[in-house]
């Protein structure tokens, strides 16, 4: 029993020292805070609204169409044939299962490239945060979302706001 104590003992006391020699080379970083202060955001912003705009304005006249095709129905059913109002409703459904898979396709295109482009910037950030903890010789940098406390002089984010701008 005596025994088993000493080698508890023994392992709090390694497990104590080693963490409190690694938190002096523990840093934090907001990852979040620099995604949004770099003025490469805005750049690719653009970019997507510029890439996406023709097919914008296309979904845009579809669903126009659609809606004017649908209010002349309504407006005009109570004179209209039959047969005539049958026709228009197939063609209003067809006309509306077409606009839907359009703008399906569309909104996953968009959400691809977002993320493509949010993983090339988050990327080049994590390459800086790593070239900042090496210089400053951080063994390891966690996100601040993760952290609950940690001391200003262990928050490496305006460095490396510096080297992304």
């Given at each position: 029993m005596k025994k088993v104590l000493r080698v508890v003992?023994?392992?709090?006391f390694l497990i104590f020292s080693v963490s409190a020699n690694a938190s002096d080379?523990?840093?934090?970083?907001?990852i979040s805070d620099i995604f949004q202060?770099?003025?490469?955001?805005?750049?690719?912003?653009?970019?997507?609204e510029k890439?996406?705009?023709?097919?914008?304005?296309?979904?845009?006249?579809?669903?126009?169409?659609?809606?004017?095709?649908?209010?002349?129905?309504q407006r005009d059913r109570s004179t209209m044939k039959a047969s005539d109002q049958l026709a228009m409703e197939k063609e209003i459904i067809k006309q509306r299962e077409e606009f839907?898979?359009?703008a399906r396709?569309?909104?996953q295109d968009n959400r691809r490239r977002q993320i493509e482009e949010r993983d090339r910037i988050i990327y080049k950030i994590q390459n800086i945060v790593q070239k900042v903890a090496k210089l400053k010789g951080y063994d390891l940098v966690l996100d601040r979302g993760a952290v609950a406390y940690v001391a200003s002089e262990k928050d490496i984010t305006a460095d490396v706001l510096k080297q992304v701008k």
């Open positions: 003992s023994l392992s709090f080379k523990i840093a934090v970083v907001n202060q770099l003025p490469e955001l805005s750049v690719v912003t653009h970019k997507l890439e996406f705009k023709d097919r914008t304005i296309a979904l845009q006249s579809m669903e126009h169409g659609l809606q004017t095709k649908i209010q002349n129905l839907n898979n359009t396709v569309f909104d």
